[in-house]
C-alpha cells in the first residue's frame, strides 16, 4: 500500500531554519506530484508547495515564497522542504500528499494520498 513519512519537524525560533522530508513507498514515485500543505489549529488545511513529476515546475503559496524551496529526489523517492526564515505564522502540522495530476496541486481534497504530518513549532 502506499505510504508517506514525513520527517524533520521540531521547534526551531523565528528567523532559524528547517528542512522537512517525505519518503513514500508502494507507488511508482516518479508518475505522482507532491504537495506540501500545512495545518495550524482551528484553521483548514492549507497548500504550501507543490512540484511536477520531474521536479521542473515547482509552485509556491504567497505566504512561503521567496523563503521555502521545494524538491524531489526521484531515485530516493523523496520530497522535500527547506523552510528558511521561519515566522511563528508558520507553526502548523505539515503534511505531504501524492497525486497523479498536477491539476490539483493546490487543492487538498484532490490528493489521493497523504502522510501522517510532522509538526513545526516556531517561537517567537
Known amino acids: 500500500q502506499v505510504q508517506l513519512v514525513e520527517s524533520g519537524g521540531g521547534l526551531v525560533q523565528a528567523g532559524g531554519s528547517l528542512r522537512l522530508s517525505c519518503a513514500a513507498s508502494g507507488l511508482t514515485f516518479s508518475t505522482y506530484v507532491m504537495g506540501w500543505f500545512r495545518q495550524a489549529p482551528g484553521k483548514e488545511r492549507e497548500f504550501v508547495a507543490g512540484i511536477s513529476w520531474s521536479g521542473s515546475r515547482t509552485y509556491y503559496a504567497d505566504s512561503v515564497k521567496g523563503r521555502f524551496t521545494i524538491s524531489r529526489d526521484n531515485a530516493m523517492n523523496t520530497v522535500y522542504l527547506q523552510m528558511n526564515s521561519l515566522k511563528p505564522e508558520d507553526t502548523a502540522v505539515y503534511y505531504c500528499?501524492?497525486?497523479?495530476?498536477?491539476?490539483?496541486?493546490?487543492?487538498?481534497?484532490?490528493?489521493?494520498?497523504w502522510g501522517q504530518g510532522t509538526q513545526v513549532t516556531v517561537s517567537s
Open positions: 500528499a501524492a497525486d497523479d495530476s498536477i491539476l490539483v496541486i493546490a487543492i487538498p481534497t484532490g490528493y489521493d494520498f
